[in-house]
Each structure stands twice: as C-alpha cells, then as structure tokens.
C-alpha cells in the first residue's frame, strides 16, 4: 500500500535520512525505533508529506505522492506530530476540526463515543482545553486524529505524557483499528511497548535502517 | 524658529544615541539614517508641496499621490521575512487599496474637495498608517510561519489546506497590524492631540468643523488600517507554503529530527 523507495532526505549538506526502502502494508503494525536525532520522526515527515524527499521517491497505492493531492494523501496517511498540541479553546472545536477540513458535519456521536475511548467521557465538548493537563491533552489530540480512520496512521511518542493504564487503553484502541486494515507506523521509546503488539520492528540509526525484526 | 533652536532641538537626539550606545541596542546607525533621511525629505517636500499646490492640476496631484503610495510600499520589503517573494507588489495593492478606496470616498461623499491641500496630506497618512500595519502584519508573519510551526504542521497533518491550518496565524497577525492604530483612536483628545485638527483651529477654522474633519480623518484612517492589513496578509500567507502544500520554513530550519 506504502512504499518508499530509496528515501533521502538532507539540508545544507547534512543526510538526515539516507537510502530508506520499506514497505507497508494494509495492517501492518511497526515500531520504530531509535536514539534520538537518527531521524525517526523526519522519516514520519517525509511519509505524511510535510517535506519531500531529497532522493528517492514515496508511493501510494501504486501512486507517486507528485500525483496525488496532499491534503488528501494526509487524510489517508495521517500523522500525529510529538508537538501536536490542542487548538482553539475547547474540546468540541479540536474534535470538530476533522469534519471542518471536508466540509463534513460534526459527528457527535462519533466524538462522544472517541472522548469516552481515550478514557475522558466525564468532560464535554464546552470542556475548556487550557487547563487539562499533559496527560488529557495527549489523548485529545489522539481523539482528534481518529475521527476520521486513516489508511495508514503514524504516531511520534503519542504516549508519552500518559502513565500505564492509560497508555495501554490507547494502545489497545490503536491496534484494533489494525485489525480493521489500518497500517501503524509508531515511534516509541519504551521497550515495553515496541514488544508488546508490533508486527515489526525498525531500528534506525544515524538516518539508516539499522535493524528490521518480525516480533511476532 | 530659527535655525539654530532647531539645531539645539535636533541634540536632544543625542541622548537615546548615548543610551544605545551603552546598552548596545545598535540603532545608532538607524537612527542616524532615519534622521538624515527626514530632514532631506521634508525639505524637498515642503517645496514640492509648495510648488503643487500652487499649480492646482489633477494629474500632478495624482501622480504625487501614486509616489506617496509607492514610497510606503518600498519601505515595507525589509520588514518581510526572507521566505517571500514580490513583497513590493503585494505591499503596493494593500496600500494603494488603503489609500484609494477611502479617498474616493470622501470625495465623493464632498467630505473633502480634489484639492492638493486637502488630498496629499490625507493620503500621506493613510499610506503611512498602511506602512505601519502592513510592517506589522510581516513581521508577524515571519514569526508564526518560520519559528512557530508545529501548531501549523498538526493541521497540515490531519489534512487541512494551508488556508485552514494558517486562519490562526492570519488572525494573529491582521490582529497585531491594527491594535496600535485602535489605541491610538481610543486616546484621541485624552493623550494624543490631533495635529490636523489643532492646525486648522490655529488656522482659524470653526471648532466643530475642525472636530468634524478629524473625525472623518479618524474613519478613513482605520479603515485603510485595516484594509491595508488584511489584503496583505492574505496575499502573503500562501508563499510560507510550497507546491505541494508544505511549510517552506520547514525545509529550512530541518536542524531537529
């Protein structure tokens, strides 16, 4: 469904990402992972089409990105950034905004039934988002993402404010959207994490795949 | 005035060049430039108005105010940030449409007459209010778009057009162009002293009429504030985004990964 071949990525000189090949699949479930600063969350950037490469090219459905629409191809692909953060004032406008993109009108079943999944059913969509704390402002921002469901979904440290039962409902609400065929591409830093439901996992290092592993 | 208490005035410049000086806030050179540049400039004006408004013909008077518009435009290219391009053009649409529409205006509605005495200082203030936001509105810009960029980025990511994911910073920045001129109306009469009216209450002209002139003066300076603000800032925020929809800066500050 997703394919990236040869994939650089330099500036000034300075190969971030050097010569990466991977290929996804519908309901594919990698880790990546990395020290920090080998280019994990630049190699997101290049999928989601925030940059383009500097060499290389990236497909989609068999499609070259040139050819397709980048708004469109960051509905299908879409990428939850590390600094994501909550817009506007309220809970209700940050889960509005999916629907505001396409025209769309609010879902709010949807989003009632998406706050309850990220384990925040008590708040409302008036709920004033200036003072949640780290932890609730993560797993909004997670709601926001999904209220539309992706074909590919790439998520940067999306848990990483949230202590382990919570991480773990997020966790598990994201791997069941693998197994209605969503690809799942997550940086992550815990080990625990990367072990625990992942199909594959990515080691990068000094922008280069250094290891590629089946977990399951 | 004699010219030697102008001189004794112009040393008092002498103090914010000492505390530049000493603080290194390095505006002496600017300071400097802006002070040569306005005694050269308000010369050559003064004998240009002179001689224009002896003449009294409509195509002189239109061509000094295209100058006045054009000079404003040029002043705001260093204020743009380095990611956008024809800043001299779109800075000349906002501001001609500033100065024009508001003009037009008030000559219509016989608020004031086509008349050089009356039109080229109307038109220099618009111009001038519409340089200052303008600069503002860039300025703005330059910071949300090349140094604030995540919050831009997460909506690019969700799939939003660069329309949609900048109307904040749009916003911000249309917002930062105009409150400076909404204080300076708010204070009207309590801290700043209108120079226009007070002049033609000098000049012997009735109070009201003078209060009536400068409030015309307050409308139309506003609106073209605004005006000027909002074109410019709408026609600048598509060039922070590429072909492909992406933050320019992106491309140039990539120093994190």
Redesign the interface.
């Known amino acids: 469904m997703l394919e990236l071949k040869n994939v650089s990525y330099s500036v000034d000189n300075r190969d971030i990402i050097k010569n990466i090949s991977l290929n996804i699949e519908s309901g594919d479930t990698i880790a990546i992972v990395g020290p920090s600063g080998s280019g994990k969350s630049t190699l997101l950037r290049l999928i989601n089409d925030l940059i383009s490469p500097t060499r290389g090219e990236i497909y989609f459905q068999g499609k070259p990105y040139a050819q397709i629409n980048p708004e469109q191809l960051r509905m299908d692909i879409s990428y939850l950034l590390q600094e994501s953060d909550l817009f506007d004032f309220t809970i209700g406008e940050n889960l509005a905004f999916p629907s505001e993109i396409r025209g769309d009108q609010f879902d709010r079943t949807k989003a009632k039934k998406m706050l309850k999944a990220v384990g925040l059913g008590h708040y409302n969509f008036k709920t004033r988002v200036e003072h949640l704390s780290g932890g609730e402002r993560q797993r909004i921002t997670i709601a926001r993402q999904l209220m539309y469901t992706p074909k590919v979904l790439l998520l940067d440290e999306a848990t990483s404010a949230l202590d382990v039962h919570n991480s773990e409902k997020i966790e598990s609400l994201i791997f069941r959207l693998a197994d209605e065929g969503v690809a799942i591409l997550w940086i992550t830093h815990s080990n625990d994490q990367s072990n625990r439901h992942f199909k594959k996992k990515i080691r990068i290092v000094d922008g280069e795949i250094d290891e590629e592993a089946e977990l399951s | 005035m004699s010219t030697t208490a102008l001189t004794l005035t112009g040393l008092l410049l002498l103090f914010p060049i000492i505390v530049s000086y000493k603080e290194k806030l390095h505006i002496i050179k600017d300071l400097l430039i802006a002070t040569i540049r306005a005694v050269v400039q308000l010369i050559i004006l003064g004998y240009l108005l002179h001689f224009i408004f002896g003449v009294d013909k409509a195509w002189l008077l239109m061509i000094f105010v295209l100058i006045i518009i054009v000079n404003a435009s040029w002043n705001t290219m260093s204020r743009a940030s380095s990611v956008m391009h024809h800043v001299f053009w779109i800075s000349f649409v906002s501001i001609f449409v500033g100065v024009a529409l508001p003009l037009v205006g008030v000559i219509l509605t016989g608020a004031i007459q086509f008349k050089p005495n009356e039109v080229i200082p109307i038109a220099g203030m618009l111009g001038s209010n519409g340089l200052i936001a303008i600069n503002l509105a860039y300025q703005n810009l330059d910071r949300e778009f090349v140094k604030e960029m ?2 831009i ?9 660069p329309k ?1 994911s900048s109307k ?1 910073t749009i916003r911000t920045s249309i917002k930062t162009a105009i409150v400076p001129t909404i204080d300076s109306v708010k204070t009207y009469g309590i801290v700043s002293i209108p120079g226009m009216m007070t002049g033609l209450i000098i000049g012997g002209v009735e109070p009201l009429e003078a209060v009536k002139f400068q409030l015309m003066v307050v409308f139309i300076h506003t609106t073209a504030t605004i005006m000027s603000a909002l074109i410019a800032t709408y026609l600048s925020y598509k060039q922070f985004f590429n072909h ?4 320019i800066g ?2 140039m500050n ?4």
């Open positions: 995540s919050q980025e997460s909506k690019l990511a969700l799939g939003a057009n949609l904040e492909r929809d992406q933050l992106r491309h990539q120093s994190e990964s």
